[in-house]
């Protein structure tokens, strides 16, 4: 994706993290929130993972704004094009990135794969072989693996000094704080990871030591910010941004339909994003059975689902994960948007990044009755609370778009910047480091006075 396409679109604000109080400003300054409760005290969780977490060099360099990121996460660079894309595709401009990703099985020796996919982004991919145990069983065999190629990968080498570590999953924390010199700690929290399938079962507990050495938080949901903000002094919520020139295509006259999509029957109800365990699969079935002759069509790569589980009617479409690029053709394809979320505990905390791109694509849109969206988007977003109601707002919505939600979408999405986002970010990032760095030099004041 072009890497200068907020600076292209002239009108970026971001999505998630535009206002710095409250949602009251929600219609310019989309989802952002911050609290900075210095009150806040916790007895700090004692367990086998306690050991004292050095900052090295971190004075020397907390005025420094360039200073580089490792970032550990459990989604993958080139899976679905989400928020770890497009907040480090963005802080790759001034900031090098180092995207260290969970280990996957494979033949031979442990290994690191390296790749540039992106500038200024370098990608290591964990190569262990089968069977790799447990997550501090990989651990062990990864760091030093790491350690290493920082000091000799020509990609890493001298690239990473003092850098700031940055986490997506708290799992690997308790194996990777304190390894590299990192100078600050940061948890951006998109998904409560503990209420989704499969989750393991000492996630909570990990995430606990992660918060409870972490400088800055960041949550990707409100729900989330009111939960992480019980447990930590300095939590900032950013929501979903959006590339409005990317997905404003959809609205342009000479962006090409995919032709599986153009020649379906219409009206088209259409989804893009991860097929998984959040989605309500009775009402994407139940959509399709009270509209036969429209067309149902979900794009997106399946996740902790197989095929033969999901709704197989004929006029339901399964297209599988589609490029990043290939979005707004796909929305402007589509009559109407839809959000179909079952209401579980994966979908407590989520606050769907593709909101705003339906905005941005001119496009009527039907969701569920997500708690973040109902807060967040409506009246925009027509929300339905019954499977009965979404099959009428759909329905409704493809007979009659309600113009005047459609362009206040729009202008929603156009002060909605991942640019806005991130460098709020940057500055929140800034000012934890200069706490810490103040704290550290009042303490080696205070011990040098007791001597």
Request: aromatic fraction near 10%.
């Amino acid at each position: 994706m072009p890497r200068d396409i907020d600076e292209l679109s002239g009108t970026d604000t971001t999505s998630a993290a535009l206002c710095t109080a409250s949602l009251s400003s929600f219609d310019t300054n989309v989802n952002a929130i911050r609290v900075d409760r210095r009150q806040w005290s916790e007895e700090t969780p004692v367990s086998e993972w306690d050991r004292e977490i050095k900052p090295p060099a971190m004075l020397r360099s907390s005025r420094d704004a360039s200073f580089p990121l490792i970032v550990h996460c459990h989604l993958r660079w080139d899976f679905v094009w989400q928020r770890p894309q497009q907040i480090f595709s963005r802080l790759a401009d001034t900031h090098r990135v180092l995207f260290v990703e969970d280990a996957v099985p494979g033949e031979g020796e442990p290994r690191l794969d390296i790749s540039e996919p992106y500038g200024n982004v370098v990608r290591v991919v964990p190569v262990l072989p089968a069977p790799m145990g447990s997550t501090d069983e990989q651990c062990a065999v990864v760091l030093p693996l790491l350690q290493r190629a920082l000091k000799e990968h020509p990609l890493l080498a001298d690239q990473f000094d003092a850098p700031v570590q940055w986490f997506y999953s708290p799992m690997t924390a308790p194996s990777f704080l304190g390894q590299f010199g990192a100078q600050g700690v940061v948890y951006d929290c998109m998904d409560e990871l503990a209420n989704f399938r499969f989750a393991p079962p000492d996630i909570a507990q990990r995430e606990q030591f992660l918060m409870s050495r972490a400088d800055v938080v960041f949550t990707g949901g409100y729900q989330l910010f009111e939960s992480k903000s019980k447990h930590h002094y300095n939590v900032h919520f950013y929501g979903c941004g959006v590339d409005i020139q990317h997905f404003g295509k959809a609205r342009l006259e000479e962006t090409q339909v995919p032709a599986e999509v153009a020649s379906l029957p219409r009206p088209v109800f259409g989804y893009f994003g991860v097929i998984d365990e959040r989605l309500d699969y009775g009402l994407i079935q139940a959509l399709a059975q009270r509209f036969p002759d429209a067309s149902v069509v979900m794009a997106g790569p399946l996740a902790k689902v197989e095929r033969e589980q999901l709704p197989d009617l004929p006029n339901i479409h399964w297209l599988g994960q589609r490029a990043y690029e290939e979005l707004p053709s796909l929305v402007k394809g589509f009559d109407v948007c839809l959000m179909p979320f079952a209401l579980n505990d994966a979908t407590r905390y989520i606050n769907p990044t593709k909101t705003l791109e339906y905005m941005a694509g001119g496009k009527p849109i039907v969701s569920t009755a997500v708690a973040d969206v109902v807060r967040n988007f409506t009246p925009i977003v027509d929300v339905a609370r019954s499977e009965e109601e979404f099959v009428q707002a759909a329905d409704r919505a493809s007979r009659s778009p309600d113009t005047t939600m459609i362009q206040q979408g729009i202008a929603k999405a156009e002060h909605a910047s991942w640019k806005a986002i991130v460098l709020d970010m940057q500055r929140d990032i800034r000012a934890a480091l200069r706490t810490r760095g103040q704290a550290a030099g009042r303490a080696h004041i205070a011990m040098e006075m007791s001597r």
